[in-house]
């Protein structure tokens, strides 16, 4: 390690949140545009509407077990 000059901790945060944000923003957005219409179009298709209105009809049973 050089004596004269210790990196910054601040040196890289903006290039990394600008990063983080811009694939955040793509990720949402490929995810409106794609599963939104999906999941609609199943749910008509199938015609199946569950009385509870719950999300655990579209979910695996899995994704909510709590056990490893």
Do not use: R, W
């Not at 040196?11 to 990720?27: E, F, R």
């Not at 939104?36 to 008509?44: E, F, Y």
Request: hydrophobic share 45%; aromatic share 8%; net charge neutral.
């Amino acid at each position: 390690m050089i004596a004269g000059k210790t990196p910054s901790p601040h040196d890289n945060i903006q290039c990394a949140n600008i990063g983080t944000t811009l694939i955040s923003y793509i990720l949402l957005h490929l995810l409106i545009f794609f599963a939104v219409p999906l999941i609609l179009h199943l749910n008509l298709s199938e015609m199946i509407i569950p009385p509870s209105g719950s999300i655990n009809t579209l979910l695996p049973s899995s994704f909510f077990s709590t056990k490893p």
